[in-house]
T-cell receptor, first 113, second 113 residues
Framework: SAVISQKPSRDICQRGTSLTIQCQVDSQVTMMFWYRQQPGQSLTLIATANQGSEATYESGFVIDKFPISRPNLTFSTLTVSNMSPEDSSIYLC??????????FGPGTRLTVL | KQEVTQIPAALSVPEGENLVLNCSFTDSAIYNLQWFRQDPGKGLTSLLLIQSSQREQTSGRLNASLDKSSGRSTLYIAASQPGDSATYLCAARGTGTASKLTFGTGTRLQVTL
């Protein structure tokens, strides 16, 4: 198993600003994933982050809006740029230690005013 | 494109009842299927993972089954308790090393006293 932590746990931000979310895993993982969960909905994959290479973004998500860093095998950051109220969501990071079972962090609840 | 559906969307049962949650997926070429629990405003907790070659997995009062050919999985919860109240999500993982999880819409379970 893996323990995944995220910072911050929640934040309230003003329109037009940016927020960087940090994700730390207690073991090395090759692939980390960033998801968004809008109110009352299921999870949508934003991007897959591999160490040492650029993240792979899903349709509808672009690097300019959601830049991702992956400096090592236990850490990643997701930035939500130029925020609007539509970006209000829970953002979750996830990883697969051992390549099989996938584990999730506690999420970052973002409110954009 | 994989699509995952969960029925029912919501379920309320009295404490002590046994219950079944259903998950269906359109593409049977999956690597594994994972069941998660999500408490309100929280991250996801992994409950059970079934590999594509397996028929079922058990953990305590939980039993998950998988029928790849029919594109179905069920999560059986025995002797339900109020603490089981949460949203339950199933997710199918595609094949290939870069495969991603496709999440279902979730079943919101309430166990009443």
């Amino acid at each position: 198993s893996a323990v995944i932590s995220q910072k911050p746990s929640r934040d309230i931000c003003q329109r037009g600003t940016s927020l960087t979310i940090q994700c730390q895993v207690d073991s090395q993982v090759t692939m980390m994933f960033w998801y968004r969960q809008q109110p009352g909905q299921s999870l949508t994959l934003i991007a897959t982050a591999n160490q040492g290479s650029e993240a792979t973004y899903e349709s509808g998500f672009v690097i300019d809006k959601f830049p991702i860093s992956r400096p090592n095998l236990t850490f990643s950051t997701l930035t939500v740029s130029n925020m609007s109220p539509e970006d209000s969501s829970i953002y979750l990071c996830s990883g697969r230690p051992g390549g099989n079972e996938q584990f999730f962090g506690p999420g970052t609840r973002l409110t954009v005013l | 494109k994989q699509e995952v559906t969960q029925i029912p969307a919501a379920l309320s049962v009295p404490e002590g009842e046994n219950l079944v949650l259903n998950c269906s997926f359109t593409d049977s070429a999956i690597y594994n299927l994972q069941w998660f629990r999500q408490d309100p405003g929280k991250g996801l907790t992994s409950l059970l993972l079934i590999q594509s070659s397996q028929r079922e997995q058990t953990s305590g009062r939980l039993n998950a089954s998988l029928d790849k050919s029919s594109g179905r999985s069920t999560l059986y919860i025995a002797a339900s308790q109020p603490g089981d109240s949460a949203t339950y999500l199933c997710a199918a993982r595609g094949t290939g090393t870069a495969s991603k999880l496709t999440f279902g819409t979730g079943t919101r379970l309430q166990v009443t006293l």
